[in-house]
């Protein structure tokens, strides 16, 4: 995939969660607010009174802005981020981490990104970023980084074939006062 540039800064952009890109794209987009902020609406109120379908709003976008650009095909890469509900779908099914990246949630709570691909059964293939800062997949990956440093002498960010995907631990803790049901997800360690 050809890297993006921004009109901003014309620097490449391959990465949001790395730190300097991050950097880079915080400096382009403060560097254009002030140019966006004065330049005013798009459609006048009358116009956005009467439209009153989806076609009609569609029509109005056409009209100001010309095609209407797929988000997935000009700001993606094609990976999804898989919600925490749904990484269930990964369970005894192969997953190939290609790499992952570590970064700070709310209240500074490191939490790691993994960009994986998932075969599914009968060859489909899905493409994802999970996300997870629990004792389960971010401690093993954690743990692996650290051990394969030690052995190694380098730190692996990334190449790492899960035979069966992901596995879970649900089970009922007290938040509160009031018992809720949690699952943990971890890398399932079993082999095919």
């Not at 440093?149 to 995907?165: A, D, H, M, N, V």
Request: glycine share 10%.
């Amino acid at each position: 995939m050809a890297p993006r540039t921004t009109k901003a800064t014309e620097t490449e952009i391959d990465a949001v969660t790395d730190p300097a890109a991050q950097q880079v794209v915080k400096r382009a987009v403060e560097g254009i607010v002030p140019e966006l902020m004065a330049r005013g609406e798009d459609y006048s109120e009358e116009a956005l009174l009467n439209a009153e379908t989806y076609a009609d709003f569609e029509r109005l976008v056409r009209e100001q802005h010309g095609d209407i650009e797929t988000a997935a095909e000009v700001l993606g890469d094609g990976f999804s981020i898989l919600r925490k509900d749904d990484k269930g779908r990964l369970a005894g099914i192969p997953v190939l981490v290609m790499s992952w990246t570590w970064n700070k949630g709310d209240y500074d709570t490191p939490f790691v990104s993994l960009r994986v691909i998932a075969r599914f059964p009968g060859g489909a293939m899905g493409k994802y970023i999970v996300n997870d800062s629990g004792a389960g997949i971010a401690e093993q990956i954690a743990k692996y980084e650290i051990a394969k440093e030690r052995k190694t002498g380098k730190r692996p960010s990334g190449g790492l074939f899960l035979q069966k995907g992901f596995t879970a631990s649900t089970y009922d803790k007290e938040i509160d006062g009031k018992t809720i049901t949690a699952t943990t997800y971890y890398i399932d360690t079993a082999t095919a």
